[in-house]
């Protein structure tokens, strides 16, 4: 089973939230992971997937919320669920870790809110000391804070490495006593 990372952000993305996603989408490749994101062809979605995409070999999935939304080129894997934002649960359950670049919009502080309740690591790249802070208090170990997507990357490998991660527990959030 292969290693899947959430790439969750808003489809009105700043700048620096896409070219984060981009950098976080290449890294994720590099290790031989999975991009999983909403699958759109707008924001950090579509910027993540691009970024997978310099990777020869990479993989995307893209979990859309109708079959009216345009799905990115940069998508292998498209997944139509006529759910609308209930597709987010389904981004946050099949990730094994989930990275939020830019917690501007509702669909992705849903997605994070997701995340902790389903106990699922949660990494904020970037984001401001009061999002951290809010997060925090709802998940807490569960919820770490990058200033970069490199950092983000550390953030991942160190519990890979510390074995942590199990494919066999992956229906339960792939993590034996994760925390960042």
């Known amino acids: ?42 924001g950090v979605m579509d910027a993540a997937c691009e970024g997978a995409k310099r990777v020869g070999e990479s993989l995307t999935i893209g979990v ?14 498209p997944i139509i669920t006529e759910m609308g934002s209930g597709r987010n649960n389904i981004n946050v359950l099949t990730s094994q870790v989930v990275v939020a ?40 170990r569960l919820v770490a804070a990058a200033a970069s997507p490199e950092e983000a990357i550390a953030l991942i490998m160190k519990q890979v490495e510390g074995r942590n991660w199990h494919p066999r527990s992956a229906a339960r959030g792939g993590y034996d006593n994760f925390s960042m």
């Open 1 to 42: 089973m292969r290693f899947i990372v959430g790439v969750m952000g808003p489809a009105k993305a700043k700048k620096k939230d896409l070219d984060n996603a981009r950098i976080l989408g290449e890294l994720i490749a590099r290790r031989g992971w999975v991009v999983l994101t909403g699958g759109r062809d707008v």
């Open 64 to 77: 859309l919320p109708t079959a009216k939304d345009k799905i990115s080129r940069y998508v292998d894997v």
């Open 101 to 140: 670049c830019g917690l501007t919009g509702s669909g992705t502080v849903s997605e994070v809110a997701l995340a902790v309740k389903a106990g699922k690591p949660v990494i904020l790249v970037e984001a401001s000391l009061a999002d951290v802070a809010f997060f925090r208090k709802l998940g807490k």
